[in-house]
């Protein structure tokens, strides 16, 4: 019998590491998950890019070279830091903000 536990149990848990990856790639000095601080909420995100195949590459790519416009005249700074794997993995994160 195949016990289902540890894969739900993964969830939460990868949801928190990308939680704290976005903390430590300093994501969070410029947004947050509820309410616009300089960028847009992540929800808010989250929700623009909802069901768009396409997402997680794009927001990954504009994660690492930033850019302006898509929010309003402040630009995104470039997180050249950023790995491409942490900016897929904080591109999915953020898509799962509801």
Do not use: F
Not at 17 to 24: E, R, V, W
Not at 62 to 90: C, F, Q, S, Y
Request: hydrophobic share 50%; net charge positive.
């Amino acid at each position: 019998m195949t016990c289902a536990a540890p894969a739900a149990l993964s969830a939460p848990a990868t949801a928190a590491a990308d939680a704290a990856l976005a903390k430590q790639r300093h994501c969070m000095n410029c947004h947050a998950v509820e309410r616009k601080i300089v960028g847009p909420a992540l929800k808010d995100v989250a929700a623009r890019y909802a069901g768009n195949a396409e997402a997680v590459p794009y927001l990954a790519r504009k994660i690492i070279t930033g850019g302006a416009g898509a929010w309003g005249p402040v630009a995104m700074a470039a997180n050249p830091a950023v790995t491409p794997d942490e900016a897929k993995r904080l591109a999915a994160w953020i898509l799962t903000l509801k």
